[in-house]
């Protein structure tokens, strides 16, 4: 009984942070892509800006979906770490120090998600889209594996003595 709570409660906090994730990116994209919420919209659309706001918007919406997670969050991986070494690393070496806390967190998490899936309460969960076809495999001891038996044949029969002497009376009675 404990265990399946344990995996409840991880499945509960994994959809969790997937589900967050999804809506504060999605508010990062928004913002860039049409001022909403709270302004700085970018100039140009088709930019680099732009590109990472159709990105943030539209994988956003996938993570809280939680439809295609593991390429979605791959992905969108692989977006925060260029946006943290295009953007932020160039103003200094540290996160703290450049303000890329939150780039270099993203891609962490991100990795993470696509590491590990949507989860059991996601759209790829209900479509077994997640699994990965074998269970993992348990703590059980190892089997051994029972080796085929060899039929004996007469000459090996005959090589012991007591053997021999049934398979000669075998014989007689014949």
Do not use: C
Request: proline content about 5%.
């Amino acid at each position: 009984m404990a265990g399946k709570a344990v995996s409840w409660i991880e499945q509960l906090t994994l959809n969790l942070l997937r589900v967050v994730a999804g809506l504060l990116l999605w508010q990062h994209g928004a913002q860039k892509l049409f001022g909403y919420p709270g302004g700085g919209q970018i100039g140009e659309f088709f930019s680099l800006s732009g590109l990472a706001g159709v990105l943030e918007v539209v994988g956003g919406v996938l993570l809280v979906l939680g439809l295609l997670t593991r390429p979605v969050a791959l992905i969108l991986s692989v977006e925060m770490a260029w946006e943290y070494f295009m953007v932020h690393a160039p103003k200094g070496a540290w996160p703290i120090m450049n303000q890329g806390e939150l780039a270099a967190l993203y891609t962490f998490l991100f990795l993470y998600l696509a590491a590990r899936g949507g989860g059991a309460f996601s759209v790829d969960g209900a479509l077994g889209l997640g699994r990965r076809g074998k269970a993992p495999p348990t703590a059980e001891a190892p089997r051994k594996v029972k080796e085929p038996v060899r039929e004996l044949s007469e000459a090996d029969l005959a090589e012991d003595p007591e053997i021999a002497e049934l398979l000669g009376e075998k014989q007689r009675r014949k």
